[in-house]
T-cell receptor
Framework: QKEVEQNSGPLSVPEGAIASLNCTYSDRGSQSFFWYRQYSGKSPELIMFIYSNGDKEDGRFTAQLNKASQYVSLLIRDSQPSDSATYLCAVNPSNQAGTALIFGKGTTLSVSS | DTGVSQDPRHKITKRGQNVTFRCDPISEHNRLYWYRQTLGQGPEFLTYFQNEAQLEKSRLLSDRFSAERPKGSFSTLEIQRTEQGDSAMYLC????????????FGDGTRLSIL
């Protein structure tokens, strides 16, 4: 069974620090990887996606992918209290366009001011 | 681009009743997905469409669940004879269908079964 694993947390960091969120996946054939942010009671909001090995940066966010280790991470620099949310890692397990995503259970991040 | 729209936002019903949810995807997206999310879990895939064709259904989608996308635009998800275990957030997402393109979610419909 294809799985996506995340540490449920909570991960607590002080304001201004770097938050590091990690995700592993079981299907070596997975092609694309997504990070969603979800505030309590709200729906998932796309933060970043990555499909090539290495780093991808967007503002304060950096996604890192290592397909050999089946590992994807999200770094949040200069963390703000407004970043406090659950971060969902999602994986497209196929090389076909537009198939269903497999989600992890999410990591809860708490940024204290 | 008005985003993915779902209706209603909340639905409270008694066990045994039928409920129907609607999803309007982003206009240029031909792929539409339904997921279900319960507390403390990530979204779980239910089914998806390319245009009007239903391409995949999860084993989570029991025979009490049915989804349609008759004209390849909006979609409906119906649950018949609701049970307590159906209480969840039902999420709709859409994508362009091109490889590696992300799915964008609507605000969801929260279903509570009394």
């Amino acid at each position: 069974q294809k799985e996506v694993e995340q540490n449920s947390g909570p991960l607590s960091v002080p304001e201004g620090a770097i938050a590091s969120l990690n995700c592993t996946y079981s299907d070596r054939g997975s092609q694309s990887f997504f990070w969603y942010r979800q505030y309590s009671g709200k729906s998932p909001e796309l933060i970043m996606f990555i499909y090539s090995n290495g780093d991808k940066e967007d503002g304060r966010f950096t996604a890192q992918l290592n397909k050999a280790s089946q590992y994807v991470s999200l770094l949040i620099r200069d963390s703000q209290p407004s970043d406090s949310a659950t971060y969902l890692c999602a994986v497209n397990p196929s090389n076909q366009a537009g198939t269903a995503l497999i989600f992890g259970k999410g990591t809860t991040l708490s940024v204290s001011s | 681009d008005t985003g993915v729209s779902q209706d209603p936002r909340h639905k409270i019903t008694k066990r045994g009743q039928n409920v129907t949810f609607r999803c309007d995807p982003i206009s240029e997206h031909n792929r539409l997905y339904w997921y279900r999310q319960t507390l403390g879990q990530g979204p779980e895939f239910l089914t998806y469409f390319q245009n009007e064709a239903q391409l995949e259904k999860s084993r989570l989608l029991s025979d009490r669940f049915s989804a349609e996308r008759p004209k390849g635009s909006f979609s409906t998800l119906e649950i018949q004879r609701t049970e307590q275990g159906d209480s969840a957030m039902y999420l709709c997402a859409s994508s362009s269908g091109r490889i590696n393109q992300p799915q964008h979610f609507g605000d969801g419909t929260r279903l509570s079964i009394l």
